[in-house]
């Protein structure tokens, strides 16, 4: 874990970052006037595909379900139909 002052934080934000993303550091502490207040640290990234599909089977669509696209193109260039 490292430790780096506020002001040391500003001027070098892009190396910090990149010693977190490389895994150089797995955490920097941010001090002000000695006093950690803050922490750098990698985000886990979630799966790519997890939300893909998460309500199939849960509504079904409407076979008139286009039968209103005029007047909601014209509800929302702000005509009155």
Known sequence: MQFVNIFEA??????LIES???GKEDEIVIAR???PVARLLHLATAP?????G????KFTV????DGENELIATLFAGSKP
Not at 54 to 57: C, D, I, W
């Open 54 to 57: 998460v309500a199939k089977g």
């Open 10 to 15: 500003k001027t070098k934000l892009s190396k």
């Open 20 to 22: 977190i993303e490389s």
């Open 48 to 52: 790519a595909g997890a939300r893909i």
């Open 33 to 35: 006037h000695g006093r």
């Open 62 to 65: 409407p076979e008139s379900i």
